[in-house]
DNA sequence: CTGTTAGCGCTTTCAG
DNA sequence: CTGAAAGCGCTAACAG
C-alpha cells in the first residue's frame, strides 16, 4: 500500500501512536468513517471498510482507550479501595475481583488506605477525580460510619462494600453470615466442655468483630462457661494475650481472623499446650497448611468473596435503578489442615 | 453567595459534578481564568483569585483527571504487571510500589497474567491504550523474550522488571544477587558434611532459577557431594519430590523460593525427619513464622523491591534520556522463625 | 453510503 | 490583568 508511506519511506507505524486522523489522511477519507469501519457500521461499504481495516491492523491501530472514554463520559475503570494488602484472604480476593473485571473488559486501580479514614477519603476522592465507573471498598479500622461515601451517591457513582464493613442500610454488602457461624463455632466449643474459654476478635470499630461476637456470645449455652472476649489486630498482639490467657487456664481459643489464629496457635506451641487446647475459628485454609496443626474452621473463601462483590458492582453499573442489597455468601465448618495453597 | 444559586435555589454541588465552566458561568468570567486561577497563575488578580478559589472550594470543585491528563497527553497512571497474586512476596513487592506511587501522585492500574504470555502480551496492549506512563513488569513463566516489549520502546513508555526476568540488555531490572547468594547457600551446606543434597529451583524457563541454580552448584567444591536439581512451580510438586529424595537419603536441601521451602519442610514432618534434615533458601522470612521451624534463609524484602523498582521508573518518566541499569537489592542470609507479619 | 460539525473538560497560546 | 479560540482523540447527531 502506497499510502502508507505519506510520511516518508520510513514505517511510521512503529514510531508513534497512531490515531484516526492518520488513517483516515492516509486513506483519504473522514476520521468518522473509519471511526465507523472499524466498530462495523452498517453504513460503510464493504470494500471501503476492509480497506480500513486492514491498514489499521498494518499499523497497529489501537484506539486511545482514555479519549474514547472521556469521549463517552465513562472510563471503563474501577476502583478498589482497601486498607493493605494483607497476605491472607486479600490477594485471593483481589484475585476474584481481576476475574470478573477482565471479563467485564475494565481495569482496576487499586487504592491501599493503610487503615486510615484520611487516606479512605482521598482514594474516593481519586476515583472520583478518575471518573471511575464503580468502587470496591473494604473499609479501614477507624472508618465508623458512611458519611463520606455521599458524594459517591451525588455522582451516582456505584459502592460495593466487602470484608470490612459497618452497620448500615442504603448499600450494597458482600458478607459472610459471621453471627451464625461464630454461634456454630461457639457451639462446638461447648461439646468440648471446656470451662475457660477465650474469643479473639480484630479491632472493637468493625461490625465484624462485633457481629462475630454476638453470635459466639449466644452459642454459649452453658451458664457456667467462662468466655473472656479479646481485641487483637496482630498474630503477635493475639500470642500476647493468648500466653496470658492459657497461664489463667483457659484452653478453648475461638479466634475471628487468621490472623489471630496464627498468635493463638504460637502461643499454644510455644507452652507445649498444642493437644490440651481447643482451637476453633474463621479462616480461608490457605494459612492452616503452614501450622502442621489441624483446627476446626469456618472456610470463607476469598475469591468467591472478590467475585461475587464484582459482580455486584457490574450489576449495579449496568442497571440504571440503583438497588441496593445485602449478599451472604454461604459458608461452613470444615477440619484443616486442609488443601496446599494452589501454586 | 448569590452565584451559587444561578440554577435555582438549591445548592447544585451535591448535585452534579462541578466543571470549570460552571465556575466562569456563575462568576461571569471565562473558563481560562478560573483555570489560572486554581493553579495560582500570578497573572490573576488577588481579589478576583479568592473570589473563585472560595466558590471552588464551596461546590467541592475537583478537576476531572481524565480531562487534565488527555489534555496533557499523559495519564498519571502506571501499569503494574504481574503474574498473579501469590501470597507470599508479592503483597509486600505492592506495598511498595504504592507507596512510591503515591508519593508521586499517580495511580496504578494493575494486570495479573496469569503466567500466561498471551495475557502478558495483551496486558501490555492495554496500558499503551491507557496511556500509562509507565510500566511494572515482572515476567510470567512462560515468557522467553522480551520481543513483545518494542512496543514500549516506540512509544517511549519506560518499563522496569522486577522479581521474574530473563537475561537480556537494554532494560531496567530490580535484582537481588541470586548467584552470589545462591553460592553463600552451598558454602552453608558444605559446612554441614552432608552427602546428599538437593537444590529446588522454580520454573526451568526463569533466569532466576538458572542464577540461582549455577550459584549453588559453583558454591558446592566437595566433589564427593552428590546434588539433585529439583525443579517444582507449587508447594505440593515440591512435597512430593523431597519425599522421594528423602527416601534416597538426601538430608540437605536448597529452596529457592517461599513455595518450595515450604513444600520441603512439609515432608520433613511428614517423615519425622525435621532434625535430621538441613533446610536452607530464599525467602522474604514472612512464611517462616508459620513454619514453626527456624531455617537459614537468603532474606529478600519484598517492600524494599518493589519500592526500588517504582523509584526507578519514575526516574525514567522523569527523566528526558531513557538509560537503563541493572540495580542489585543487598541481602544477607539469617536464621529465622523471625519477625512476625507486621499486623 | 460518506462527510461535516460539535463537543467531552481542560490548558495554553495569542490577543487585547 | 483577562478573554477568545484552538485542540488533545474520538464519537454521534445531522446533513447530504
Redesign the pocket.
Known amino acids: 500500500l502506497a499510502n502508507i508511506n505519506l510520511f516518508g519511506d520510513q514505517d511510521i507505524s512503529v514510531m508513534i501512536?497512531i490515531?484516526?486522523?492518520?488513517l483516515?489522511k492516509m486513506l483519504?477519507?473522514?476520521?468518522?468513517?473509519?471511526?465507523?469501519?472499524?466498530?462495523d457500521?452498517?453504513?460503510?461499504?464493504?470494500?471501503?471498510?476492509t480497506r480500513i481495516k486492514n491498514l489499521a491492523k498494518e499499523l497497529n491501530?489501537?484506539?486511545?482507550s482514555?479519549?474514547?472514554n472521556?469521549?463517552?463520559?465513562k472510563s471503563k475503570l474501577i476502583g478498589v479501595i482497601l486498607p493493605k494488602f494483607y497476605r491472607n484472604f486479600i490477594p485471593d480476593v483481589i484475585d476474584g475481583i481481576s476475574f470478573v473485571v477482565d471479563e467485564n473488559q475494565y481495569q482496576m486501580i487499586i487504592l491501599p488506605t493503610n487503615d486510615l479514614l484520611s487516606k479512605e477519603k482521598d482514594a474516593i476522592q481519586k476515583c472520583c477525580d478518575y471518573c471511575v465507573d464503580g468502587i470496591l471498598l473494604a473499609l479501614s479500622n477507624e472508618t465508623v460510619d458512611l458519611g463520606h461515601l455521599k458524594i459517591l451517591d451525588d455522582l451516582e457513582i456505584p459502592v460495593v462494600l466487602f470484608d470490612k464493613s459497618i452497620e448500615t442500610d442504603g448499600y450494597t454488602q458482600v458478607l459472610i453470615d459471621d453471627r451464625l457461624m461464630a454461634e456454630r463455632c461457639a457451639q462446638k466449643m461447648e461439646q468440648k466442655s471446656i470451662s475457660k474459654v477465650a474469643a479473639f476478635l480484630g479491632h472493637e470499630n468493625l461490625t465484624i468483630s462485633k457481629r462475630r461476637k454476638d453470635g459466639f456470645q449466644s452459642g454459649i449455652l452453658n451458664e457456667h462457661t467462662q468466655v473472656h472476649y479479646v481485641h487483637a489486630t496482630s498474630s503477635a498482639e493475639a500470642k500476647e494475650k493468648a500466653l496470658t490467657l492459657m497461664e489463667q487456664g483457659v484452653s478453648g481459643f475461638f479466634g475471628m481472623s487468621d490472623e489471630v489464629l496464627v498468635g493463638i496457635l504460637a502461643a499454644a506451641k510455644a507452652q507445649n499446650k498444642i493437644n490440651e487446647t481447643y482451637v476453633i475459628g474463621f479462616s480461608d485454609g490457605k494459612t492452616i497448611p503452614f501450622l502442621h496443626e489441624e483446627i476446626d474452621y469456618v472456610h470463607h473463601d476469598g475469591k468467591e468473596i472478590g467475585e461475587t462483590a464484582a459482580r455486584l458492582l457490574f450489576d449495579l453499573i449496568k442497571s440504571p435503578e440503583k438497588i441496593s442489597k445485602v449478599i451472604q455468601v454461604n459458608t461452613e465448618i470444615v477440619r484443616g489442615k486442609l488443601e496446599w495453597p494452589k501454586k
Open positions: 501512536k490515531t484516526i486522523k492518520d483516515a483519504k477519507v473522514s476520521p468518522s468513517t473509519i471511526s465507523r469501519a472499524l466498530k457500521h452498517p453504513d460503510i461499504g464493504q470494500e471501503l471498510k491501530y489501537s484506539p486511545n482514555m479519549a474514547v472521556f469521549r463517552k463520559g
